[in-house]
């Protein structure tokens, strides 16, 4: 019977990465100029900032914060998700203010046709109960995805991303190269 279950669970997981590799194609330009922010205020964020700085990703606004006011010119959205309870604390936010930044921002997006690029780092460790709450409120308004593939252990991000573009990373690091092969 362990044959058995090992190979289904391999069965399903080489579908279900199959799919999400083949969304990868349908991966829309990073256009700049683009906002760059957090919900959660984890510091996945700044990690973010720095691999897309060495993928020479331009024009790239950095605000942890940022509100519907700040979208301007923006031509692409970079969210990261995951909650820091030390970001929350230094930032002066919790859960609920953090969401409804979070959906004004998602929902002024939307208004403008401002493409959403959520992205998640943090592993599966990184999406401990906060942080999956935070997902729950941005994930489905994601127009792509770029996800460690070790926060994606339980199919959520395949799930979400339904059949919307979906890039899983080996590792974080992976990130340089794919800002860099899908921004203008």
């Given at each position: 019977m362990t044959k058995l279950h090992t190979l289904l669970a391999t069965c399903a997981l080489t579908i279900g990465l199959g799919s999400a590799f083949a969304a990868a194609a349908d991966f829309p330009k990073i256009n700049s100029p683009v906002l760059l922010t957090s919900v959660g205020q984890s510091p996945d964020c700044n990690t973010v900032k720095v691999l897309a700085q060495k993928a020479k990703l331009a024009d790239v606004n950095f605000k942890p914060m940022a509100t519907d006011a700040d979208i301007g010119d923006a031509k692409t959205?970079?969210?990261?998700?995951?909650?820091?309870?030390?970001?929350?604390?230094?930032?002066?936010?919790?859960?609920?203010?953090?969401?409804?930044?979070s959906k004004a921002l998602i929902d002024a997006a939307k208004a403008k046709h401002v493409p959403i690029v959520l992205v998640h780092i943090g592993g599966m460790e990184g999406r401990e109960a906060m942080s999956q709450k935070m997902l729950d409120v941005v994930a489905p308004s994601g127009d792509a995805y770029i996800v460690y593939a070790q926060g994606n252990?339980?199919?959520?991000?395949n799930k979400v991303a339904g059949?919307?573009?979906?890039?899983?990373?080996?590792?974080?690091?992976?990130?340089?190269?794919?800002?860099?092969?899908h921004s203008k």
């Amino acid at each position: 019977m362990t044959k058995l279950h090992t190979l289904l669970a391999t069965c399903a997981l080489t579908i279900g990465l199959g799919s999400a590799f083949a969304a990868a194609a349908d991966f829309p330009k990073i256009n700049s100029p683009v906002l760059l922010t957090s919900v959660g205020q984890s510091p996945d964020c700044n990690t973010v900032k720095v691999l897309a700085q060495k993928a020479k990703l331009a024009d790239v606004n950095f605000k942890p914060m940022a509100t519907d006011a700040d979208i301007g010119d923006a031509k692409t959205i970079v969210v990261t998700v995951g909650v820091s309870h030390k970001g929350f604390g230094v930032a002066g936010v919790n859960l609920e203010t953090e969401s409804a930044r979070s959906k004004a921002l998602i929902d002024a997006a939307k208004a403008k046709h401002v493409p959403i690029v959520l992205v998640h780092i943090g592993g599966m460790e990184g999406r401990e109960a906060m942080s999956q709450k935070m997902l729950d409120v941005v994930a489905p308004s994601g127009d792509a995805y770029i996800v460690y593939a070790q926060g994606n252990g339980d199919g959520y991000f395949n799930k979400v991303a339904g059949e919307k573009p979906l890039i899983l990373a080996d590792k974080p690091m992976d990130l340089i190269k794919i800002f860099a092969e899908h921004s203008k």
